[in-house]
DNA sequence: CACCCTCTCGACAGGGTGTTGACTTCATCA
DNA sequence: TGATGAAGTCAACACCCTGTCGAGAGGGTG
């Protein structure tokens, strides 16, 4: 039994080690970075760490996931973990930067057509914003939370955040240089704000058991996200392309 | 076992109704959450355990601060806590609950007149909600933090911010109906949104600022939090007031 | 073959949580 | 007054989780 594959109980005996031969594993066309080796390798350990990782957040909190869990769920020992990552929190901080390289493509020629339909664009990256989350639930929220208690976390967050609010805050400034929108807060001001609000409503909707409104509360309605959505939109485009009014 | 912990920490299989106050705590809005009081001293002591955990939020993150930490900053054993207090997290419920009851006051007449000077009410409204979480700095960030990984905190936490997003929603409302604003999206999906704006800035504020000291009062620039809260200002009355552009 | 380098894990140390059971105080009442 | 029982207190314990150490087991390479 190969325990880098999909040995999901690990066997506690530590006697033989029966994953001895499997001998061709890099005759086949899937080179592995180089290093292959008759037991599991450290790349597909390391590997199979992350995905237990993503899986048992999927299924619990980041605090109730022990290295133990980890371990295990990758087919190794406690200790062994200890080789491949220094804490708990290292996992996620890799996972995270999965999530953040895959999110750039993903927001990468989002704002590329603003004049020509400001509110489709607009939306297309709310919808680029929500989608990353939602493809990778456990680890945002889990990051999220962990963000808190985990300084290097927080600072991969940021930078994470930080890229959408660049490039928001330079469409707004490009919608106000064409005349599309009339003055208002600082653009970099303006468009951390709103990254915020993305981030806050996205990460209550997908943990669920927050304040959202009744559209979040039963998800079983259809439309309840795309009313989200539009409500997010709404809010951007007001706040972007709206002048506040003066009171009477 | 403790008169304390058979209240408190309960099983989540146990019966529903399992938040039956103790018949002492009428005197006072807020749910007794510790101990039921009887003989003086202890309520001193459990007022001792409240006032350590507040000061010791505003040196260092929930998760870091034990429960020896907490027993010792009230002059108590460790087991001794466990008498007064089922867990930490019920040590951070409580003072959630203290800061709930007073935000209660300070929010109550916010919109009373919202016809005569919009602007002016909500930039009160939304003073009021930042200077909420800016008085407990300590305990609003602990409270945001801990209540991924604990239900029970974000319930209470849920309750809190669902009194701001009815006002918020009633107000909203209240102002289409006098035809002040047009139509959008539904008043409590707006009030929602806007109020998890707040929430996600504010405590962004607070925890990017300095760790200990009145960051909102005495920020290391001055007028940035002013900055803040009139972008927090224009995202309200443009989202509330202004319609969404139609697309070229 | 000898050597090293990657990889593995049993065993330990340390610190945190929550519980137990014996003990002290003290108000109350027969 | 002395018995009673509830309130309050804590040393010691059981347990869990984290992180480390040192003794290895293999293959790759000369």
Known sequence: MNPASAAETA???????AAKAAPDDAAQGVPNRGRRAARPSGDERQRAILVAAERLLGEKDFADVTI??????AGISRPTFYFYFASKQAVLLTLLD???????????DVFSDLSAAPSAAWRKAIEAFAGT?????????AAAAARSSEPELAAEWATLTN????????AIGAERDRGASPAGPEPRLLASALNLLNERVITAALTGLEPTGPALR?????GAVEDTIETLLHIWL???????PADP
């Open 163 to 170: 890229r959408w609010i660049d490039a928001t805050a330079a």
């Open 238 to 244: 007001t706040s972007i392309y709206g002048a506040v």
């Open 98 to 108: 999965q999530v953040a390289h895959e999110a750039e493509k993903r927001t990468a």
């Open 68 to 73: 133990d869990d980890l371990a295990r769920g």
């Open 218 to 222: 039963a998800p079983a309605l259809p």
């Open 11 to 17: 066997p506690p005996s530590s006697g033989p080690a």
């Open 133 to 141: 989350f939602a493809a990778h639930r456990g680890v945002s929220v």
